[in-house]
């Protein structure tokens, strides 16, 4: 007669929980490998989902294939666009500063001299030779810039890359991702299909909105960049509030990258009284938009409380850098809309009698 030994349950838990720990651990290694593509993917997403709305807009009135090569080549050519308004301008403010600098140290050496205070400083650390010393050596710096930016060229090209693979995977959502959706919702319960359908619609509505608040946020922050470098005369103010703008869709850092960008602008058009008027505006305006606009916007666009707003892009831009900021208040979004879809399915499910009075039907 054969001997039944009993189950070890403590064994088998012990079994379980190694495996579960050695699962995780894989899964968190292969993320860690491919990180980089797994980034392309998020940031693919993020795109195709913003411009579903575009694209559904145009397949009303063409084929959707068409529709989709219109809206992403809008897309491309703004960038463009803006590169080929300003690069010419700040190649010939570049080569002015170059050839005025020399005159611009000595009218510095010039008021020196004229100022008994300066002059005395001047005579204990000598910096008016320092200045003339770097006006003489500036035109052969800037030969050296252009071996620079021939070194940085090689980084444009790596990002080149990565920004026409992220497009083309775009691409490939918006073309399939109907189809992949309605695929997804017809494999899940009836009981279930129609909140998922409904939850994917609201998260797309959500981007959507997101993206066109971002959008209006950066025409606002490009208007007053406007307003004020024509007050204080600075040449070329409307490709430069162009700058403002694409760099102010940036969360967190992108109005500061502007303004500094600005600024440099503001040293050659009245120092330093233009450099003190934009320095202040920038610091204002940049707490302001920060505290103010962006949460009200966003607030109406998503439907998400201004704290929720303020603290999902604190923590995404610390966690993730830009890229974090840039998915923080869509990322919010989609999670208030999952729990909110959970809740109702919960409260539903609970309200199920079976088997009986008294007694409810347990949640899957």
Same mark, same amino acid.
């Given at each position: ?14 079994? +379980? ?50 529709? &989709? ?17 300003? &690069? ?14 020399? %005159? #611009? /140290? ?18 204990? #650390? ?8 770097? /006006? ?5 710096? &800037? *030969? ?43 494999? %899940?319960?009836?009981? +279930?299909? %129609? ?11 959500? @981007? ?13 922050? *490009? ?38 960008? @600005? ?27 920060? #505290?103010? &606009?962006?949460?009200?916007? %966003? ?47 919960? +409260? ?9 009075? *008294? ?6």
């Amino acid at each position: 007669m054969a001997v039944m030994t009993p189950r070890d349950p403590f064994g088998r838990a012990a079994l +379980r929980a190694v495996v579960i720990v050695l699962t995780v651990a894989l899964a968190l290694y292969l993320i860690v490998l491919l990180r980089k593509p797994i980034t392309w993917l998020v940031i693919a997403a993020f795109i195709a989902v913003a411009m579903s709305g575009p694209v559904n807009l145009l397949a009303r009135r063409m084929k959707r294939g068409l529709a &989709i090569a219109l809206a992403y080549l809008a897309m491309v050519m703004i960038p463009i666009g803006l590169g080929a308004a300003l &690069i010419p301008s700040i190649v010939n403010q570049v080569e002015d500063l170059s050839s005025n600098v020399p %005159q #611009y /140290a000595d009218d510095v050496t010039e008021y020196v001299n004229e100022n008994d205070t300066l002059r005395g400083l001047n005579e204990k #650390y000598d910096f008016t030779t320092e200045i003339q010393k770097f /006006a003489d050596d500036l035109p052969s710096r &800037i *030969g050296d810039a252009a071996g620079l930016l021939r070194d940085i060229g090689v980084g444009v090209v790596n990002s080149v890359f990565a920004a026409v693979t992220i497009l083309i995977l775009s691409i490939f959502m918006v073309g399939g991702g109907p189809r992949w959706a309605e695929a997804f919702v017809r494999a %899940q319960p009836p009981d +279930r299909a %129609q909140r998922i359908e409904r939850a994917l619609r609201e998260v797309a509505n959500a @981007i959507g909105n997101y993206v066109g608040g971002a959008l209006v946020q950066a025409t606002i922050a *490009g208007v007053s960049a406007f307003i004020v470098m024509k007050i204080l005369g600075a040449p070329f103010a409307g490709p430069l509030a162009l700058v403002v703008a694409f760099f102010d869709l940036i969360p967190v850092v992108g109005a500061t990258i502007g303004a500094v960008l @600005i600024g440099i602008v503001m040293l050659f058009v009245n120092f330093p009284i233009a450099v003190i008027i934009w320095g202040a505006f920038a610091i204002f305006y940049q707490q302001f938009e920060n #505290y103010v &606009i962006q949460p009200q916007i %966003q607030r109406r666009a998503v439907a998400v409380e201004p704290f929720v707003v303020l603290v999902s892009v604190l923590f995404g831009s610390t966690l993730f850098g830009i890229l974090g900021a840039v998915l923080a208040i869509p990322t919010a979004a989609t999670l208030q809309i999952v729990w909110r879809e959970y809740r109702d399915y919960r +409260r539903e499910t609970l309200a199920q009698p079976i088997d009986g009075p *008294g007694r409810l039907e347990a949640p899957a």
